[in-house]
């Protein structure tokens, strides 16, 4: 028996920057992910060091 695996359609962009540098990633822009950049860039993490940059990166329409 061969087993399906789903498959996505994801849209591709060439329009994005390459090379791009930033000192804090996040993956997702749900409340999670939100709540997690406006922290570190407020200055209310756990580290005494607060990044320069934050990029939220969402795959979805939020």
Same mark, same amino acid.
């Given at each position: 028996?061969?087993?399906?695996?789903?498959? @996505?359609? #994801?849209?591709?962009?060439?329009?994005?920057?390459?090379?791009?540098?930033?000192? #804090?990633? @996040? @993956?997702g822009?749900?409340?999670?992910?939100?709540?997690?950049?406006?922290?570190?860039?407020?200055?209310?993490?756990?580290?005494?060091?607060?990044?320069?940059? #934050?990029? @939220?990166?969402?795959?979805?329409?939020?």
């Amino acid at each position: 028996m061969s087993e399906l695996k789903p498959q @996505i359609d #994801v849209p591709t962009r060439d329009d994005y920057q390459d090379g791009l540098e930033v000192d #804090v990633a @996040i @993956i997702g822009a749900g409340v999670s992910g939100l709540y997690t950049g406006y922290r570190l860039l407020n200055g209310e993490s756990a580290s005494e060091s607060q990044p320069e940059t #934050v990029h @939220i990166f969402e795959l979805g329409d939020r």
